[in-house]
């Protein structure tokens, strides 16, 4: 069974950090990882993804001041979340794709975690 459990969201003040972690488990493989984030009123969107090989793409609005990466080893996704804007509140969810053990090619999402930045 897939499962991608996400930890780390919280409240903080404009120009603090958080650091958001995904863990998965339930896969064979793990080809692409990535962070969305959707506001209230406002549809989801990639906030920035990172490929098996480390390759990353970012969204415009967040770029050189979040850092995505990876722990291949523990299954793990991270976003380190620095210089943040009353903007960036959403609900955080974390993705992954890759085979299941069963041969199948999945998408799996988090339940979500709640990033509030006060101004």
């Known amino acids: 069974q897939v499962q991608l459990v996400e930890s780390g969201g919280g409240l903080v003040q404009a120009g603090g950090s958080l650091r958001l972690s995904c863990a998965a488990s339930?896969?064979?493989?793990?080809?692409?990882m990535g962070w969305y984030r959707q506001a209230p009123g406002k549809q989801r969107e990639l906030v920035a993804h990172i490929a098996s090989g480390g390759s990353t793409n970012y969204a415009d609005s967040v770029k050189g001041r979040f850092t995505i990466s990876r722990d291949n080893a523990k299954n793990t996704m991270y976003l380190q979340m620095n210089s943040l804007k009353p903007e960036d509140t959403a609900v955080y969810y974390c993705n992954a794709e890759g085979l299941l053990y069963s041969g199948s090619y999945v998408s799996n999402w988090g339940q979500g975690t709640q990033v509030t930045v006060s101004s």
């Open positions: 339930g896969f064979f493989s793990i080809n692409l």
